[in-house]
């Protein structure tokens, strides 16, 4: 078992034909990912990696069956693509891209939301169900089968966390980058649940980072209706002061968004919270060993 | 992206949002010959830097006269103003803003910001203008008032209702002020990718009228590509040097107190890669993040910009490739010792894509003073000893 998507998961690519495109789907298809196609508009009817090509998200879904769209669109075309995706039934969008404006993501994801779609990032390395399928720009050689459910704010403390658990000889079932944009689709509080419903994750891991209260509000939920041990980090105890003009952001969200605060929150419901990073590995063995 | 007072004002002006008469000058003699302009009879000399609380910290002024206008004008610019949001050091003021006193019955605030719970804006106002809002929050929140605005409907009649019974106003007409200043700031934080609008405080005249005293604005960095007119605001002189020099290489770098240099790919894990230095008793000297297009150029800068800071001891090159490949980080280390004296310890970690062809290639390369590290708390344990000439 894993979360979200498994090695029956149908999956296209939006932005396919593209440099980054390209590269990662040709990685993903390598990694036993199913990619049945992509999207790139003018290029309907051509072959790219073996797959055909289509000029919209709907012709893709109606022919091929995809149900998970990993997009990779320039940063000025991410909203758009998400919301194609949305009301051509895609059932969860994975945007990789970097940098796309707030104020498209805002209306992409309530538009998403409104047509039952889940999404991930943006700006995040993915998801992956080690040794099943990849959907992301994760080195996959890294993900190996195991029973540690992962969420990350950052990508490469993912690779950095699984690389522990895999060493301790745990192994992972979903690993899943949350990215730490403004506005994020699937945040931990979603993925928690999923975790604690699936059989085969005993334990999860949580990283997270300085900035915004999605820590904050996973300590709630844990404390209600978690009952696998986590263990979690969240960098940024170090960084120094934010240099911003205002602080109104602050105030609406309630919290200064501190590493401090956010540690004490998760230790206050349980959670083994390491200091550092290089400590998770040894974490996740001990709590599994309770 | 942040911009100073005098543009979120012209901003304002543009889209008919009230703010006093004002002139923004880089001299003394420009202050008074702006003062005369404005006709007075009373002015304020505004000190123009990227930050809040100029007023506590002496940057901003009353004038009664023109002689007074060059009596501040003189005392303010050229200033270094320290204030709760500058650090230590404080700003160096090399602009000026000279403004039209304005007619103040009381003072309000106003502002509009991300929500991130709610993932839309939030008109946030309260009766308690001219204070620290987050003061305000602490002390009496009941005082401040939020509307959240869906951008899908944008700012409605009902969102001002809300806002102006909210601060109590009940003469009508200063009820249809108050909301159509509040229509005009939302349609503005919209149409410029605004990350934030700051009006404190928010002053109503005698005569009824709501007039934005003080403006602050901060931008979308990701919607700057759309936004050439804020983009031709940016003033970089507001910012680190050393920052904006490692930007132009796509590399992500703020300079911190400590001893050990840091080198890391992924804004988490060179946060995680500080925490754990800490962790083990030794001082990060800096945050940077070599982003995911690293190469040897790029990789030969950072190593450049880390090692200007003198209080460097030894640096942490540490790097979990996914994207970064690992072969072209160590070329960019053997490339950066050709160009740029290394006469710090460097203590390297490199896993992930393409580790072992990286490995051979530094073992290959024969550096002195070239530490391999097994993992992250290996390399931080080494970088500590190393910094403390162990």
């Known amino acids: ?290 | 992206m942040n911009i100073h007072e005098y543009q979120a004002k012209q901003i304002f002006k543009k889209y008919g949002v009230p703010t006093p008469k004002g002139i923004m000058v880089e001299s003394v003699k420009d202050a008074v010959k702006a003062a005369e302009q404005l006709g007075g009879p009373v002015w304020v000399v505004k000190a123009q830097i990227h930050a809040g609380g100029r007023g506590l910290g002496g940057g901003v002024k009353l004038a009664k006269s023109l002689e007074e206008v060059e009596t501040l004008a003189n005392e303010i610019l050229g200033m270094t103003l320290v204030t709760h949001q500058t650090t230590d050091e404080g700003k160096l003021v090399q602009k000026l803003y000279i403004e039209d006193g304005a007619d103040i019955k009381d003072e309000l605030y106003l502002s509009v910001v991300l929500d991130r719970k709610l993932e839309m804006p939030l008109i946030m106002a309260s009766t308690e203008g001219g204070m620290n809002i987050e003061d305000v929050a602490e002390n009496t929140p009941e005082k401040i008032i939020t509307i959240p605005v869906d951008p899908a409907i944008g700012f409605q009649s009902f969102h001002g209702r809300q806002l102006a019974f909210g601060l109590g106003i009940t003469d009508k007409q200063e009820q249809k002020n108050i909301i159509r200043f509040a229509n005009k700031l939302f349609t503005l934080y919209m149409e410029n990718d605004a990350e934030m609008i700051e009006i404190n405080p928010l002053v109503r005249t005698s005569n009824g009228e709501f007039l934005a005293l003080d403006g602050k604005m901060g931008f979308d960095n990701s919607a700057l590509g759309r936004q050439p007119e804020v983009l031709a605001m940016r003033d970089l002189t507001e910012e680190d040097a050393d920052e904006v020099e490692a930007a132009k290489y796509g590399l992500s770098y703020v300079a911190l107190d400590g001893e050990i240099g840091c080198m890391v790919n992924g804004a988490g894990l060179a946060m995680g890669t500080m925490d754990t230095i800490n962790y083990m008793g030794g001082t990060p000297a800096n945050f940077l993040d070599v982003g995911g297009s690293a190469n040897a150029e790029t990789v030969a800068k950072g190593f450049e910009i880390i090692l200007k800071n003198p209080k460097v001891k030894a640096i942490f090159v540490n790097i979990f490739g996914g994207i970064v490949r690992c072969d072209r980080i160590a070329n960019g280390i053997i490339e950066a010792t050709k160009i740029t004296d290394i006469h710090v310890p460097v203590i390297v970690r490199l896993d992930g894509t393409n580790a072992p062809e990286a490995s051979e290639i530094l073992k290959n390369a024969n550096i002195s003073n070239l530490i391999v590290a097994d993992d992250l708390g290996d390399g931080a344990a080494k970088s500590v000893a190393a910094a403390k000439g162990e």
Do not use: R, W
């Open chain 1, 1 to 290: 078992m894993s979360i979200l998507v498994n090695k029956n998961t149908k999956v296209i690519v939006q932005g396919f034909t593209g440099k980054e495109g390209s590269f990662h789907a040709e990685q993903c298809l390598a990694y036993g990912t199913q990619i049945v196609g992509g999207v790139t508009p003018n290029k309907g009817g051509q072959e790219h990696l073996g797959k055909p090509v289509f000029n919209t998200v709907n012709d893709a879904v109606k022919t091929t069956g995809a149900t998970v769209s990993m997009i990779f669109v320039p940063p000025a075309f991410v909203g758009d693509a998400v919301m194609e995706a949305a009301e051509a039934g895609i059932e969860l969008a994975v945007i990789i891209t970097e940098g796309a404006p707030v104020k498209d993501m805002q209306m992409a994801k309530a538009h998403a939301t409104k047509h039952g779609m889940k999404t991930l990032g943006p700006n995040c390395p993915g998801i992956i169900t080690a040794e099943e399928c990849k959907i992301g720009i994760m080195p996959g050689m890294i993900f190996k089968k195991g029973s540690v459910g992962l969420i990350s704010k950052s990508g490469t403390l993912t690779y950095e966390g699984t690389n522990q658990v895999v060493k301790e000889g745990h192994g992972i079932t979903t690993a899943v980058g949350i990215g730490g944009d403004p506005i994020i689709g699937l945040s931990y509080n979603e993925l928690l649940a999923m975790f604690e419903a699936d059989p085969d994750t005993k334990c999860i891991v949580m990283i997270g980072e300085i900035g915004g209260d999605l820590e904050i509000q996973a300590a709630k939920l844990i404390k209600e209706k978690i009952t696998k041990p986590i263990v979690a980090f969240i960098a940024g105890q170090t960084a120094p002061k934010g240099k911003t003009m205002g602080h109104a952001g602050a105030i609406v969200s309630g919290s200064a968004g501190t590493a401090k605060e956010k540690m004490e929150a998760l230790e206050a419901v349980g959670v083994t919270v390491v200091v550092s990073p290089a400590e998770i590995g040894k974490a996740v063995t001990k709590v599994l060993s309770k």
